[in-house]
């Protein structure tokens, strides 16, 4: 079982950055590849970044690919997602999700298990 808390969201300026932060509990984290997703109103969630369970593979979404870097500490039980040079269309709920243990992270969101409760990233134009 993981239980994920996301943080760091908020209003920013185009052009600007935010790091938004994962804090997992349960002892699966280092067995869990994990996952970023975001949802705009109106549309469907989706896929923006994916960490493999050694932290040593990535894997971008082409819309935030060169901007955003996702990353992960294993001493901290948590993921971050790092956005710079943020556009309006950015503007989300951000929600990081938990691969069923063992197993890689994949670009849907059947393929994540564990869910947050998301973190709102609003950027200004």
């Known amino acids: 079982q993981v239980q994920l808390v996301e943080s760091g969201g908020g209003l920013v300026q185009a052009g600007g950055s935010l790091r938004l932060s994962c804090a997992a509990s349960?002892?699966?984290?280092?067995?869990?590849?994990m996952g970023w997703f975001r949802q705009a109103p109106g549309k469907e969630r989706e896929f923006v970044a994916g960490i493999s369970r050694s932290g040593g593979s990535t894997l971008y979404a082409d819309s935030v690919k060169g901007r955003f870097t996702i990353s992960r500490d294993s001493a901290k039980n948590t993921v971050y997602l790092q956005m710079d040079s943020l556009k309006p269309e950015d503007t989300a709920v951000y929600f990081c999700?938990?691969?069923?243990?063992?197993?890689?992270?994949?670009?849907?969101?059947?393929?994540?298990?564990?869910w947050g409760q998301g973190t709102q990233v609003t950027v200004s134009s």
């Open positions: 999700a938990a691969a069923p243990t063992n197993r890689d992270y994949g670009l849907g969101c059947v393929d994540y298990s564990y």
């Open positions: 349960g002892r699966a984290f280092s067995r869990s590849a």
